[in-house]
């Protein structure tokens, strides 16, 4: 496949200063623009409707509409928790990758800028699906172990085109999200600080992972971009616990089989990852092996 131009390095430099300005002009404390006093509105759905995992099933249909809302609430907080755990793994591989950078380069004081970003929106994912009424959702054990694992060998371009792994899905859910007036308004506001701080992590993953493929050799290259894709299935098979459903009164063995035959859902994933694939296939991380794992996932 084509490999695109690198940039050089103080090209990368430049994107890094700039994505400090904006971060200086344009951040939010969530403790502050969130309104995390009003009790919950049970009239409201916690995500756009469409966007959960049985909209168009038998099983959605035959569901009240107090249950289909409930169950949209209980999904957004298990999307959120899945998010705070993989932001986890990031922030790990981010700090590695940085430990040994000169202190003045821009890059290095992005990347702090980066995981400051980050820790405030995981405790903003926690309050509000705290909020949501819901529990604390996390991944099954052998896939938390894969995250150790992940963290273990996981280097330079794993970390940042990890970050557009996990990112590039939730910003089109969300973008649909924090313009939907079906949606409760503190979710919204969630929403809508993630996406607008998070197109800047994006912007920084995007050249950091052509700067680190500028040198990598193909083995690195083809091992890097399986690290990424399992990472990549295990995230989205990740984002709706089956205990959502239990949580929202429906029988959960019915709800997942009918979730995993939805190709609505399955359709809205793609549609969200297609720019992602494009750039993947792009830098050279779109391997045979790789490929596998997305078509699993439902990514392509």
Not at 141 to 164: C, D, H, N, S
Not at 165 to 178: F, H, I, N
């Amino acid at each position: 496949m084509a490999r695109s131009t690198v940039r050089p390095d103080h090209e990368n430099d430049d994107v890094a200063a700039r994505l400090l300005l904006s971060a200086a002009k344009l951040s939010y404390d969530p403790a502050t623009e969130v309104d995390w006093d009003t009790p919950l509105d049970k009239d409201f759905h916690g995500q756009s409707p469409e966007w959960n995992s049985l909209y168009g099933t038998a099983y959605w249909n035959e569901m009240s509409e107090e249950q289909r809302k409930e169950l949209t609430r209980q999904e957004s907080a298990s999307v959120a928790s899945t998010g705070i755990w993989f932001e986890m793994i990031l922030q790990q591989l981010m700090l590695r990758d940085i430990y040994r950078m000169d202190h003045t380069d821009p890059r290095f004081q992005w990347a702090l800028t980066e995981i400051a970003d980050e820790c405030r929106h995981s405790i903003m994912f926690a309050r509000g699906s705290q909020k949501l009424g819901a529990p604390s959702y996390k991944p099954r054990r052998p896939v938390l172990e894969l995250g150790r694992f992940m963290k273990t060998v996981g280097f330079g371009e794993a970390a940042y085109a990890g970050i557009l792994v996990a990112e590039e899905v939730l910003d089109v859910m969300q973008r649909d999200w924090m313009r939907d007036e079906r949606v409760v308004p503190f979710v919204r506001t969630i929403n809508n600080i993630h996406v607008v701080e998070e197109s800047r992590h994006m912007k920084f993953a995007r050249d950091e992972t052509r700067r680190h493929l500028a040198r990598a050799s193909r083995p690195r290259r083809h091992f890097q971009a399986l690290v990424v894709a399992i990472a990549a299935y295990y995230i989205i098979t990740s984002l709706v616990s089956p205990e959502v459903y239990v949580r929202a009164g429906l029988d959960p063995e019915r709800a997942r089989r009918e979730a995993a035959a939805n190709e609505h859902y399955k359709a809205l994933l793609r549609a969200s990852c297609a720019g992602l694939m494009e750039f993947l296939a792009d830098v050279g991380m779109l391997t045979r092996p790789a490929l596998f794992f997305y078509q699993r996932a439902h990514l392509v």
